[in-house]
């Protein structure tokens, strides 16, 4: 097992307060957002109102020439605005391509809650709320993974093929396919000789010195392969709580306390978190 990495020390107040922190930036991010999208609306409406009087203004300059030069800076409004509102859209992609992995991982976040209070018993159990709209097909990602490794494609596809093709306890083998998976996506992403030439790698003491551990080589994955440090962050932090939750699942298993929900819950968390990677990994331009 990997060696424990040692956290701080939060308090009730540390957490109610990244909660409280949390859902405020979401909070303003939604209202800028909301209002800025009624000034378009507002924009929209403008010109659908202003249509009927410029047709009309058009029939009347033909029959008088003064009412021309209204016209034509009309046009010429028009063109400026047009121009404008483009230039804007353009900044909007920006800020829309900035959102979706947020928003992805974000359901990381949501199935990771509900995996944790199953797995430890927390009580309420909470609801899985359904996955954003923008999350991208199986296929789409079976692809992304293929243009790392065909055999991560074909891992990827047996582990959903096992899970709703198989009656005999799909979620457990289906779960054990999901981690084997992982450990072959990240020894792509950190092959074993750069890892152990990295800062995150240290010798191991007793008769395995050479071995490299699971978090040194995401963290040499993440410094590699993600340029922005949010994302790392983020990526960092989920993949984290996946391999604890995963050690929990196993041990579960072990005392022969897996349930299908347990299992199911903790596997659709490790779909999430391993398409968070790939969607910053392709946004990143990483996948080759």
């Known amino acids: ?11 009730k107040e540390d957490l109610d307060k990244a ?8 909070e303003n991010l939604h209202k800028k957002l909301t209002s800025a999208s ?7 409406n403008v010109f659908s109102h202003a249509k009927p009087t410029y047709d009309g203004l058009f029939i009347k300059a033909q029959m008088d020439p003064s009412i021309y030069p209204l016209l034509a800076s009309g046009i010429a409004f028009l063109k400026g605005m047009t121009d404008e509102l483009n230039w804007v859209s353009g900044m909007a992609d920006q ?22 209070g199953i797995l430890f018993d927390i009580g309420d159990k909470q609801q899985i709320i359904p996955p954003p709209p923008q999350r991208k097909s199986r296929d789409y990602y079976t692809n992304q993974l293929n243009a790392i490794d065909h055999t991560l494609a074909n891992t990827y596809e047996e582990v959903w093929q096992t899970y709703y093709g198989t009656s005999s306890e799909p979620h457990r083998s289906a779960l054990f396919m999901m981690r084997t998976l992982y450990d072959n996506f990240f020894a792509k992403l950190a092959p074993d000789d750069e890892v152990r030439n990295s800062p995150f790698w240290h010798r191991k003491e007793g008769e395995k010195p050479n071995q490299i551990h699971r978090r040194e080589r995401i963290a040499y994955a ?11 962050t983020i990526l960092g932090a989920e993949t984290e709580q996946i391999i604890i939750l995963y050690e929990a699942a196993n041990t579960a298993h072990d005392r022969g306390s897996l349930d299908e929900e347990k299992a199911s819950r903790t596997l659709f968390s490790m779909d999430s978190t391993l398409k968070d990677w790939i969607d910053s990994l392709a946004n990143n331009d990483s996948l080759t």
């Open 1 to 11: 097992m990997d060696e424990f990495f040692p956290y701080p020390e939060y308090s």
């Open 95 to 116: 800020v829309v391509g900035s959102i979706n992995p947020v928003c992805s991982s974000s359901e990381t976040f949501s199935n990771i809650s509900g995996s944790a």
């Open 19 to 26: 909660f409280e922190e949390a859902f405020t930036a979401a």
């Open 38 to 44: 009624e000034d378009v609306g507002y924009i929209k």
């Open 222 to 232: 993440l410094e590699k392969n993600i340029k922005d440090s949010n994302r790392r």
